[in-house]
């Protein structure tokens, strides 16, 4: 059973390009989440998705942008690329039930923006 | 505001000893209280978690202790060993606020051998 993938790993930008970071959840997840991690820190949550809407959002500038398609995957956009987007792009896929707070991440894409 | 803050940002402990890495928080209406593990590469990995309207929860080889009083969260890490060696990073959750997972900055601990 495959875990949570991302793609690419590692891509670098220049400023104000944009960038498209992909994930597939872990199978039978439908929840997706997307968080950045700058070097040092712990992850900061950018926003949710569930049956392809956006449920939830943290405080992330509208340059972020997101989608869910109808297999689970989903996908995040970042605009006009700026150096302090540089940062570890993480998702995280969960099951709708409670219980237990276990959400499944990937490894990451790491982004560069020169 | 919500947040959740470490007290200590690296540990260094002796192989076979026990761990304690300890966090606070400020957010008393949170429901959940997690911790994970991120290995250098990878992303952070699930741990154990506790309800709030718990005190004490045990997992394999790891003890999550939650005192509400003085806000205060640690992760017990009996007889630690190498592969322990990673970062820890508490983190909480509303139940109204489904699956959002806020994270603390994290504590690294570092296993001698």
């Known amino acids: 059973d495959a875990g949570v993938t991302q793609s690419p790993t590692h891509l670098i930008k220049t400023r104000g390009q944009q960038v498209t970071l992909r994930c597939s959840p872990k199978?039978?997840?439908?929840?997706v989440s997307w968080y950045q991690q700058a070097l040092g820190q712990g992850p900061q949550f950018i926003f949710q998705?569930?049956?392809?809407?956006?449920?939830q959002r943290g405080n992330f500038p509208d340059r972020f942008s997101g989608h869910q398609f109808p297999n689970y995957s989903s996908e995040l956009n970042v605009n006009a690329l700026l150096l302090g987007d540089s940062a570890l792009y993480l998702c995280?896929?969960?099951?709708?039930?409670?219980?237990?707070?276990?959400?499944?991440f990937g490894e990451g894409s790491r982004l560069t923006v020169l | 505001g919500e947040s959740v803050g470490l007290h200590l940002p690296t540990l260094s402990v002796q192989e076979g000893d026990n761990s304690i890495i300890n966090c606070a928080y400020s957010?008393?209406?949170?429901?959940?209280f997690i911790w994970y593990k991120q290995e250098s590469g990878k992303g952070p990995q699930f741990i154990i978690d506790i309800r709030s309207n718990m005190d004490k929860r045990q997992g394999q080889r790891v003890t999550v202790l939650l005192n509400k009083t003085v806000k205060h969260l640690s992760l017990q890490i009996a007889a630690t060993q190498p592969g322990d060696s990673a970062v820890y990073f508490c983190a909480e959750n509303k139940e109204t606020s489904y699956d959002k997972v806020i994270f603390g900055p994290g504590t690294s601990l570092s296993v001698i051998p």
């Open positions: 998705y569930y049956e392809e809407e956006e449920r």
């Open positions: 995280a896929s969960s099951e709708q039930h409670r219980g237990v707070m276990e959400l499944f």
């Open positions: 199978s039978g997840h439908d929840t």
């Open positions: 957010n008393s209406a949170s429901d959940y």
